[in-house]
């Protein structure tokens, strides 16, 4: 199994965790934590009430 991961601030692929981790810590250690845990295009869920 290999590591796959997009950056959610740049969107730049990562295929070494390692990697991954030192580019969060060198290029978005002043990045708001929203940033990395927020998806602008997610759908925002609420509960209906039952009439």
Same mark, same amino acid.
């Given at each position: 199994?290999?590591? #796959?991961?997009? &950056?959610? !601030? &740049? /969107? $730049?692929?990562?295929?070494? %965790? %390692? =990697?991954?981790? %030192?580019? @969060?810590? =060198?290029?978005? #250690?002043?990045?708001?934590? *929203? *940033?990395? !845990? #927020?998806?602008? *295009? *997610? @759908? /925002?869920?609420?509960?209906? $009430? $039952? =009439?």
């Amino acid at each position: 199994m290999a590591f #796959s991961k997009t &950056c959610p !601030v &740049c /969107k $730049q692929d990562f295929s070494s %965790l %390692l =990697d991954y981790t %030192l580019h @969060i810590k =060198d290029s978005h #250690s002043k990045a708001h934590p *929203e *940033e990395f !845990v #927020s998806n602008k *295009e *997610e @759908i /925002k869920w609420s509960f209906r $009430q $039952q =009439d």
